[in-house]
């Protein structure tokens, strides 16, 4: 699964999840900085992504348009980006049947704290 890490979460999880998600990227590594959510959505799609993103506005654009892209919207609060990076890594087995549902667009991933 290509992960594609929204501005609002850690470009620090590329590296902290290489080996899980190798294919993974941030916002900020493709020039999408500070860009609309609407151009992350049309890169994410074009480029085979999962959008991994904080933002409840990914949320509601997965709920109007569907997949693709699949979304990952983390409900996680202000947890630090080890603690992320680790939640995504016990979760991956639940990432494996989202990305091959087809039928299915958005992943809700909670902490546990």
Do not use: C
Request: glycine share 6%; hydrophobic share 40%; charged share 30%.
């Amino acid at each position: 699964m290509k992960l594609l890490f929204d501005e609002n979460v850690s470009p620090k999880l590329v590296e902290l999840l290489g080996d899980e998600y190798p294919e993974s990227t941030h916002v900020r590594d493709v020039g999408l900085r500070g860009s609309p959510d609407a151009d992350i959505w049309d890169h994410a799609r074009e480029h085979g992504f999962v959008i991994v993103s904080k933002d409840d506005d990914f949320r509601q654009r997965s709920f109007l348009e569907g997949a693709p892209p699949k979304v990952v919207w983390l409900q996680v609060g202000n947890v630090g980006t080890r603690a992320i990076a680790e939640l995504l890594r016990r979760e991956s087995r639940r990432f494996a049947a989202f990305e091959s549902e087809d039928e299915s667009a958005l992943l809700i991933v909670r902490s546990a704290v």
